[in-house]
Structure formats: C-alpha cells, structure tokens
C-alpha cells in the first residue's frame, strides 16, 4: 500500500491505566440505579500481548461506539502526506534545487542593477567577471578530479566581489564543504547559473562604446530609417473613401434603413442625370467639329489641294499637311502608281509600294510629315507646312510620270 494511503499511528502519550467506563456493559458494576452485588473475585488469566496494548493505548473497541475517546488512527495529511508532527528531514530534490537556484540569481542581478547604481558606473564589468568566475569554477570542478579547493576558492572570491551574491553561492559552497563534497549537486547549480545569467557573443570589458553608439545613431538618423514608427499617412483616394464611409454610417444613423435608400436613390438619379447632360453635350457637338474637320471628301486630287492650300491661308496647318498628303495619295493611285485602301497605316501603303523604290522614296518623306503633324500632338507652323508641302508636290510629281521616266 502506497504511504499516502496508509494509516498512521497517533503519537501518543502512555495514558493512566485503562478504566472502565461508566456504561460499560461488560463492567462488573450493574446499573446505577441499581446497587452492585459483591461476588467473590475471580482469578484473571494472564492478558496476552496484544490485549496488554490495548488496554494501554485505550484504543477504541468495535463494540465500544458510545465511549467518547478519539480514535488513534488516521489520516495522513492530504497534501504531502505529512503534518507538522509527523515531518522528518526531507532530501530536496535537483530540480527543486535547480528553480531555487535561478530564483536566487534573477533576485541577486536584480539587486545588483538596481541597489548600488554609483558601483555600477564605477565598475562596468561586474557581470562579465561574475559570469566568467562562475565559468572558471564550472570548468575546475569539471576536470578529473575534480578539484574542489579551488572551486571554492573561486566562489569566495566572487562572494568578496559581489557581497549580494552570498545568498545565490551560499547553496554552491555548502555542496562543497559536505564530507565528502558534492560535487554533482555543485556543476548542476553552477550549469543552471551559467545558462541563466549567459552573455551574448561579444561582450567585453574596458571599452569605450562612444564610437560605436555614435555610428550607430547616424544610421538610425539616414532617411532610410525615417517615420519607421510612424504609420504611412492616407492618400487622397484613402481620405475620400474613409470621408464618404463616415457619412454614409452617420446618414444612415439619422435616417434609418429606408430613409438611407431613399436618399441613395436621389443622389444615383442626380448622378444619372449629370452623366447624361455631359454626354449629351459631347455627342452634340462631335458632328460638327467632324464635319470641321473631315468635310466632304472627293476623289479628286486637284480639289483636295486646293483645300490644302485653302487651310493653310487660314492658318490650320495640321489640316492643311492632311489634305495635301491625301491629294499626292489619290493622284498616285489614280495614275496607277498605287493601291492604296482607306483603313491601311502607313507602313501598310509603304509596303504595298515596294516595286517602285523612286515612288516609294518619295511617299516615305511625305509620311514621316503627315505622322508627326497628326499623330505627335504638337501644333505644326508655317514652316512644317512649307516642307509637307514640298514633299506632297514631289509626290504629285513623280506619279505623273511614266515608270520608265521615273526609273530612268
């Protein structure tokens, strides 16, 4: 049986001699009501053993229900197992050991940093040499044999150091006064300091961080790092939206459900309408700026050129490079020069040409002045004007030759 489920004997004192009670039946007085009678006393057999301790103990009988001593059995206590009597010297365990130890460290750095801020600044190197005595009494109590003389010697070099850290050592130097040391306990309180108060990789002494600090806080100030803590500030598209959502949660607070369509209806109406007035505007006025623009168109070269010339005296040159274009366009092909078609580009018509390399030669130049006047989207002047015109002129020319001429 498990000790915890075990009964356990009271400690108890040896009580007077056991007495019968008042309502014993089994007493040799009767009732008290009525006298007992005197009979003559018969020799007791000797008691045994057994019943010689339970006479002493005054343990309570089966029988005995009404009798009002406590009983001598009971209980452990449920937690632990023990009471306050029955406790006995307990081994602590390592790992008990191990959670007392990093208590015992955390509470000693923290007195270090906070109790003696004018040793600190005095000494900036009290947790590196705390550390690496710690390291050094590790690795002496590591060797074989351990040398545990100079393990000691060592903590109480750092508790001379470091007077607050006597509580933390004091369990690392009992272990190894003990007859004979402990030395295992000892590495495994010393293993659990050392993983708890671990330095990172580079720490030193005796060095003057100004330098490094100074470098690091230009880095910090280059614009890279800039509003890093900052959150990035909403666009215009951003603010609209947050502004329109705001609304649209406070209208339909104040309106309701019905009302909030309601309104979205008059407001998508409104838009409606708006669209429709701009549109209406746009297609109104697209016939007559193309009929403007693309007046009745012939086939008749001459009457082309003639509107040519007629725009530039007006002053439309993009209009007039157009027309005159067109008119060395229709004369070539009406001479027989070229086939060209209404929906072909440029490099198409070019393409078409290429048996002629003289008319082809000449319809290239013409081209490149009707695409920069047409398609760049600057305003042609008088000048773009004389040099479209020439080249159209040549054009007209050329197509009024044979091909033989114009070959020859």
């Not at 081994?91 to 923290?110: C, E, I, K, Y």
């Not at 407001?267 to 009745?296: C, D, I, M, N, T």
């Not at 003289?358 to 290239?364: E, K």
């Amino acid at each position: 049986m498990e000790p915890r489920a075990r009964a356990r004997l009271a400690d108890a004192r040896d009580p007077p001699p056991a007495r019968l009670d008042h309502g014993d039946h089994r007493g040799c007085g009767g009732s008290p009501h009525h006298p007992a009678r005197v009979r003559p006393r018969r020799q007791q057999p000797v008691p045994a053993a057994a019943d010689r301790l339970r006479g002493r103990r005054r343990l309570r009988q089966p029988d005995h229900v009404h009798r009002g001593d406590p009983p001598v059995l009971r209980r452990a206590h449920t937690q632990g197992g023990l009471r306050h009597r029955d406790a006995r010297q307990v081994s602590v365990t390592p790992r008990s050991r191990a959670g007392a130890g990093v208590t015992a460290a955390v509470v000693a750095l923290l007195w270090l940093g906070v109790s003696s801020p004018r040793a600190a600044a005095g000494d900036r190197c009290v947790a590196v040499g705390y550390v690496a005595g710690l390291d050094r009494a590790a690795s002496v109590l590591a060797a074989t044999p351990p040398d545990v003389a100079a393990a000691r010697a060592q903590l109480l070099q750092l508790v001379a150091a470091s007077p607050s850290a006597r509580a933390v050592l004091r369990p690392v130097l009992s272990d190894l006064e003990t007859v004979p040391p402990d030395t295992a306990d000892a590495q495994q309180r010393l293993a659990t300091l050392r993983a708890t108060l671990a330095l990172p990789p580079g720490s030193t002494c005796h060095v003057d961080p100004g330098a490094a600090r100074r470098l690091l806080d230009q880095v910090y100030a280059s614009p890279v790092f800039a509003n890093l803590d900052q959150s990035p500030q909403p666009g215009i598209l951003e603010r609209i939206g947050q502004a329109l959502a705001w609304l649209a949660s406070h209208v339909r607070g104040t309106l309701g459900t019905s009302g909030s369509i309601a309104l979205g209806a008059i407001v998508l109406a409104l838009a409606l309408a708006l669209a429709a007035r701009q549109l209406s505007g746009v297609l109104a006025g697209s016939p007559a700026r193309l009929a403007a623009e693309h007046p009745e168109r012939g086939t008749d070269p001459d009457a082309e050129w003639r509107l040519a010339l007629a725009a530039a005296q007006r002053g439309a040159y993009r209009e007039a490079i157009r027309r005159a274009f067109r008119s060395a366009l229709l004369d070539a092909a009406g001479r027989g020069r070229l086939n060209a078609d209404t929906s072909w580009t440029t490099r198409e018509l070019l393409a078409s040409i290429e048996g002629d390399p003289a008319l082809r030669g000449a319809v290239l130049a013409a081209a490149a002045e009707f695409d920069f006047a047409w398609y760049s989207g600057r305003p042609s002047d008088a000048m773009s004007w004389e040099r479209a015109r020439a080249r159209c002129d040549a054009v007209r020319a050329l197509a009024r030759r044979a091909p033989e001429t114009a070959a020859a």
